[in-house]
């Protein structure tokens, strides 16, 4: 079994100490895949954690820290604790005939392998946690189940001696004290790593207090969340307020207009009450590792009042959950009646003086039953607007204030290691399309996205949208029952073409395709284009459209663009479009955030144009050649809709683009004279003859 220690680790210890933040934003992709790798090790090892002491759970072994002695009922008088006398007046009745019947014998690998862990968090509040304690001996209870007691430094003596001496008849306790105060949000992330892909966590705060028939509705509910992809768990509780807008919410009229008993799925975490499926709860230990604590978010994603709560793990939680299209499972019965409640006592984020909270909107009666459940059939986004379950239902609406400008935070926010994390269990690719909204131009838009949301290969949509004057929806599925969706980022600074290349941890796949909306590719074409670059490492750049430059000494700009190949150039190409190409999602982030490339971005602003020029450039900078041509196997639809960006084919398009050659330092190492053909092809190298196989002359 594993230990206390090896279940938590400290996170300050690893992030400050083991990693190097100040280096860590510019590490090399080996790297970086390493340290992920090195991370996970110490997850699961417990490695570096100092802080936490495993007490023995008996009668003899004195509390670890001194503290000022306080009885259970002067603790009570000191926050207002409801005591189980008092919980159980305002309970529902229990009629006879609702009692569940007992399940079946469970079997002996279940019995073998506890499929639940109870994770209570205590800190000073000895009633609240006799009151929630009380509730759980008191719950019908059919399965081995451990408790973990996760304890804050500097409790009282009557804490520690409450904790190491609990009763449990259900299977073994385990006390973690920290020694040194870590925090919620610590205490959250570090308390559960699973055991097995076998085990749920349920999260309990000590101002909680469960129904006697949790765990019924949990084994019922259970089968139903593994049924749905995006379902990470399980809520006991059964919100009444939506705290993400300002000013709260009753979402009481929402719920019923959708229909969205007894069970519905929202984008929002459960803190009141709720069991979390292990392997997303791995990814979400991983991936919190690498964010900053810095306070208010300044990411990309429109986490509303959330982007607020520094001091919450549910906004971490509550923003992978947006990058992950992930969900929780809720119930709601039309009375707010649920199988946990939180009782609103004084804590990290309840004051003593707090008018922000109404105790009638949070405290709920708890059930003395369990109804038969049904698979959820709405779900809800983090505002409880429901979620397009086809992109052809997208919803977008003219923006009346505009959007905030994050061009300051969109770097800070973001973090390598982070999306390594994340980026390092997906196959397949995300496709990234630039667009800028104009009635006319969304039909055609439209029907590429359908295209590349039939491909298989295809796991993510990320629409960067250019047109601040309209909003979409944050996201929409590609068709009902699809686990691909459709993501639209509007990028936080002046539209520029530079914006397509925004990081984004909405990149779900290391290979990233990014293509104008405008162009369409085959499915297989983007499994060549996404296996040669694999196949190099993600060190380049892969596409189908190269272009070329030659020297000019002497003349102003010393370089001079071409459309095409001429006869006297070298054989080989040194340039690739952003028509459509294929690379590592980590150059998004060197393209947008390093310093080093501030003056060719502000370049690209001015002249809107060359974004393809530096995003080779800034491949070249890594590795030289950095562009490899794939000839595609199906003819490339270019459908040629004129847009904002759209260029002539006159001289001052080709200047602007020689001049940007110049200025950003092309020299011979960018050329490459490798090509990736079809097997079988005897060439082998690019030429003229291939030129006019592939493509037809567009001067851009």
Not at 137 to 148: D, F, M, V
Not at 185 to 214: C, K, M, Q, T
Request: with cysteine; hydrophobic share 40%; proline share 6%.
């Amino acid at each position: 079994m594993r230990t206390g220690i090896q279940q938590v680790w400290a996170l300050r210890i690893l992030l400050l100490g083991a990693l190097g933040i100040a280096g860590m934003s510019f590490m090399s992709l080996g790297t970086m895949q390493q340290e992920v790798a090195r991370l996970k090790v110490e997850i699961a090892s417990g490695a570096h954690r100092r802080d936490i002491t495993l007490l023995p759970v008996d009668h003899n072994t004195p509390s670890p820290l001194p503290a000022q002695h306080e009885t259970p009922a002067e603790e009570q008088q000191r926050v207002g604790v409801d005591t189980p006398m008092e919980t159980a007046a305002r309970a529902l009745p229990c009629p006879a005939t609702t009692k569940p019947e007992p399940q079946a014998e469970l079997n002996a690998v279940e019995r073998v392998k506890p499929r639940w862990h109870l994770l209570l968090f205590v800190n000073q509040r000895l009633g609240s946690l006799d009151r929630l304690c009380t509730s759980l001996r008191a719950a019908h209870i059919n399965e081995t189940i451990p408790i973990t007691f996760l304890v804050e430094a500097f409790q009282t003596a009557e804490v520690y001696d409450y904790v190491k001496n609990y009763e449990w008849p259900h299977g073994p306790v385990q006390v973690v004290a920290r020694h040194s105060k870590g925090g919620l949000i610590n205490a959250i992330i570090e308390g559960w790593f699973p055991a097995n892909d076998h085990e749920w966590g349920i999260f309990l705060e000590d101002d909680i207090e469960v129904s006697p028939y949790f765990l019924s509705y949990l084994q019922a509910a259970r089968p139903l969340c593994q049924n749905e992809n995006a379902c990470i768990g399980v809520s006991l509780y059964s919100p009444k307020m939506n705290e993400l807008v300002k000013p709260k919410k009753d979402i009481t009229t929402d719920l019923q207009r959708h229909g969205a008993s007894p069970l519905y799925m929202a984008q929002v975490p459960c803190s009141w009450g709720a069991a979390y499926r292990p392997k997303p709860w791995r990814t979400f230990r991983v991936w919190a590792l690498t964010q900053p604590r810095d306070g208010k978010y300044g990411g990309d994603l429109e986490l509303g009042q959330g982007s607020g709560w520094g001091a919450s793990w549910k906004r971490y939680l509550l923003e992978l959950m947006l990058v992950m299209d992930w969900s929780v499972m809720y119930p709601f019965f039309g009375d707010y009646s649920a199988y946990s409640t939180n009782h609103l006592e004084i804590g990290e984020h309840i004051t003593a003086n707090d008018t922000a909270h109404n105790r009638n909107d949070y405290t709920h009666l708890l059930r003395l039953d369990v109804i038969p459940l049904t698979a959820p059939m709405v779900r809800f986004d983090h505002q409880y607007s429901t979620i397009a379950d086809k992109i052809e239902n997208l919803s977008i609406r003219r923006s009346i204030k505009g959007l905030p400008d994050r061009t300051a935070t969109t770097c800070s926010a973001y973090s390598l290691a982070g999306h390594a994390a994340l980026a390092r269990q997906q196959s397949g690719v995300t496709v990234v399309l630039t667009f800028f909204y104009t009635p006319n131009r969304f039909l055609s838009f439209l029907s590429n996205i359908k295209a590349f949301c039939s491909y298989n290969v295809v796991k993510r949509i990320v629409v960067m949208w250019h047109n601040r004057k309209y909003v979409p929806q944050t996201m929409a599925w590609c068709s009902p029952g699809s686990t691909t969706s459709v993501h639209f980022l509007m990028p936080r600074v002046k539209d520029t073409l530079s914006n397509r290349f925004t990081p984004t941890y909405r990149i779900l796949t290391e290979s990233v395709v990014t293509v104008d909306d405008d162009i369409l590719v085959s499915e297989r074409d983007i499994i060549r284009m996404a296996t040669v670059l694999r196949n190099t490492n993600y060190t380049t750049v892969v596409g189908p459209f190269p272009r070329w430059y030659s020297e000019r000494p002497g003349r102003s700009p010393g370089l001079k663009y071409h459309f095409k190949p001429q006869a006297d150039l070298p054989v080989g190409y040194p340039i690739m479009l952003t028509k459509i190409h294929v690379s590592h999602y980590s150059l998004y982030y060197h393209y947008f955030c390093d310093a080093a490339y501030d003056e060719m971005r502000a370049r690209v602003a001015s002249i809107q144009n060359a974004e393809d020029i530096l995003y080779v450039k800034v491949a070249a900078d890594r590795h030289t050649p950095p562009a490899v041509f794939v000839l595609t196997a199906d003819p490339i639809e270019d459908t040629g809709k004129v847009g904002l960006h759209s260029k002539g084919s006159g001289h001052k398009h080709q200047d602007d683009r020689s001049f940007a050659l110049e200025r950003f330092g092309y020299n011979d190492s960018f050329w490459s004279s490798a090509v990736v053909l079809p097997p079988g092809t005897e060439i082998s190298e690019y030429s003229h003859s291939l030129w006019d196989q592939q493509h037809a002359l567009v001067e851009e």
